[in-house]
């Protein structure tokens, strides 16, 4: 099906579908294959620059002319979003929770570098981002610009068209390749990516099991909302969403390295020279190898979703 929405190119598609040999032999698993959105090609944005190619283009197509949205100080979405409005031609402003801290995280550093205002709300509850969004909007229309809000990860119905897309860019990789997976894992925040998984998994025709390995909250205050988004998607696409399952892998908390994340991301990097950040992609590849040592044997893919900016400065 094709997708009849207005689009901003942003990322080099199709992303690479690569089969993890070395890591397989290590841990004596299934086939495990890895979908490498971590090199989509633009500003580091790893798989943020699908939503935000639909996003941009719905807020051109409204003739705006300042994208606003948020997340906190690592945020990959938000350094992603000023690098797209920056590409369109348009402002960004970012609103980050708590206070600004002394030394800017990578991730903050290269949105500002790419032209984005910071705005910080002076509170370390992350809800209070979206709030604030909305607020931000106002006032710039008030002074006569015209913006796009859109909420922490881009999780609204266009955005998540992004990982709509995705699904159906997958399942061609692996029908060409003459692989049924039995599940695709990937990390899941805002809830963007595993809604729109959900959705295109449905749309493809194809029977992975969607697991999303829950890093910012508990899998049941989590599961309703990314139904919401994935429902909203759906029926802006005239179709119908599919099954997805939540594991919590949040480990000590939101934005915090695990154990068991720093040993997933040790054996990726040593094996199949991948670089995961800790709180995202760590976390959800840890998810991985829980599966294979409770003994699943069909074929597994793993999302990378890119992070490259925060697992750097992790390292």
Known sequence: MGIDLDRFPLAILPTPLVRAHR????????????????LTGFAGAGHKARPLEFIVGAALAEGCDVLVTGGGPGSNFCPAAAAAAAA???GCELVIYGDEPTHAHPSLALARACGANVRWTGDPDR????????????DLEAA????????RGGAVAVGTVGM??????????LDDAGVEPEVVVIASGSGTTCAGLAVGTSLSGTGWRVLGASVSRPPDDANEEIAALASSCATLLGVESGPFELVDARGPGFARPSDAGERAAATALRTEGLLLDPVYTAKAFAVVLDLVERGRTGPIVFWHTGGILSAAAHL
């Open 88 to 90: 369109a031609g348009i």
């Open 164 to 173: 709509v897309v995705a699904a159906q860019e997958l399942a061609g990789q």
């Open 144 to 151: 006569g610009r015209r913006p796009y809000a859109v909420p």
């Open 23 to 38: 890591l397989e032999a290590r841990v004596a698993g299934p086939p495990i294959y890895i979908k490498r959105d971590d």
């Open 127 to 138: 809800a209070r981002v979206d709030i604030a969004v909305v607020q931000v909007a106002i």
